[in-house]
């Protein structure tokens, strides 16, 4: 028999990503336009352990869609990793009158949400992390904000170097996905791109590619790395010893998880906060919201945190054949 949702809650778990306001506004509004009650439960499955939760309605959630970080704030809660936790959330759950939970995050946020569905507690995903590793997705919310940031701070280091006709060694996001480092690669014309699903050839990837970029007339470098791939400072010092120029090393850090979400994640995020409460309304729970080919889809949580998506290849050879003409645009 079909259960009728009368209360939901939503929540942001993991790293911060721009756009995670506009999904909690998305979801709060589709909720109210159907009647459901909602909740915001604060500080992520943590925050549902300790029942620390606030009433949200339309007025609640004004002002937020252009708004970076999450008005309910996030966290990685090692509790709810144990049987105890995830018990004292399902008693929350209970206790709060919560028929449905959103879950906004990454996959880390998702395997809670599977633990929880199994429980009893119907659940749906939406995919918020500026890293866009969410295999059953196309796109995370946050993604395009952050490749943009990183891009305006490049394009400014850009200047300098050329005024001083210097090597710059810039770090990016991404401890275990090479995804923002690639996009930021491309769109910045940098000499060479360390990704963490590449085992690094120091001569190879970044002495060669700024020596053929010196011969092909360049008289600045810029090499972009993804914290996976290398610490930035000693990726610089070995640039200095191997061939005597000594690179500006600049860590970009958590600039990129903040700022006001661009256009493409307000409407990846407002899409996804309303796809996600249909789901738990139309009883068709425990999926994860992914983009796929344009399309915003339903995906069963097992199977969403089963699919792994590697690097893009097509992009990856664009990005080479690049770094083959010229050593920056
Ligand atoms: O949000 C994803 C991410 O930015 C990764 O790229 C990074 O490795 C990680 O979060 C760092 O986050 P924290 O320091 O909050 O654990």
Redesign the pocket.
């Known amino acids: 028999m079909e259960k009728t949702i009368k209360r939901i809650g939503v929540l942001t778990s993991g790293?911060d990503?721009p756009g995670m306001n506009a999904a909690i506004r998305a979801v709060v509004r589709t909720a109210v336009s159907l009647g459901i009650d909602c909740v915001g439960i604060r500080r992520g499955w943590q925050g549902l352990i300790n029942c620390d939760f606030v009433q949200l309605n339309n007025e609640g959630v004004a002002h937020i869609l252009n708004r970076g970080g999450t008005m309910l704030y996030t966290a990685r809660s090692e509790e709810f990793m144990t049987e105890a936790g995830r018990k004292r959330a399902l008693s929350s759950c209970k206790m709060l009158g919560i028929d449905g939970i959103v879950a906004i995050g990454g996959d880390g946020t998702f395997r809670g949400a599977l633990e929880l569905s199994q429980l009893g507690i119907p659940v749906v995903g939406v995919p918020a992390?500026?890293?866009n590793d969410i295999g059953c997705s196309d796109y995370t919310i946050g993604f395009d904000t952050a490749c943009n940031t990183a891009i305006e701070c490049i394009d400014k280091l850009r200047d300098t170097m050329q005024a001083h006709e210097r090597c710059s060694v810039v770090e990016v996001?991404?401890?275990n996905a090479g995804n923002i480092a690639l996009y930021v690669g491309i769109a910045v014309g940098a000499t060479s791109v360390l990704l963490p699903e590449y085992e690094l050839d120091f001569r190879k990837d970044v002495i060669e590619r700024i020596q053929n970029a010196r011969l092909a007339g360049s008289t600045h470098f810029m090499i972009v790395v993804a914290?996976g791939a290398g610490h930035a400072f000693d990726i610089g010092e070995r640039i200095e010893r191997e061939i005597g120029m000594k690179p500006r090393v600049t860590v970009l850090g958590y600039l990129q998880?903040g700022g006001i979400p661009n256009a493409r994640d307000r409407e990846t995020a407002t899409r996804m906060g309303y796809r996600a409460v249909m789901a738990l309304a139309e009883n068709r729970a425990n999926c994860v919201i992914a983009r796929q080919k344009g399309d915003v889809v339903e995906v069963p949580i097992e199977d969403a945190l089963t699919m792994k998506r590697g690097l893009n290849l097509e992009r990856y050879a664009v990005l080479e054949a690049m770094q083959g003409v010229a050593a920056i645009s």
């Open positions: 790293g990503a992390t500026i890293d996001m991404g401890r914290e998880r």
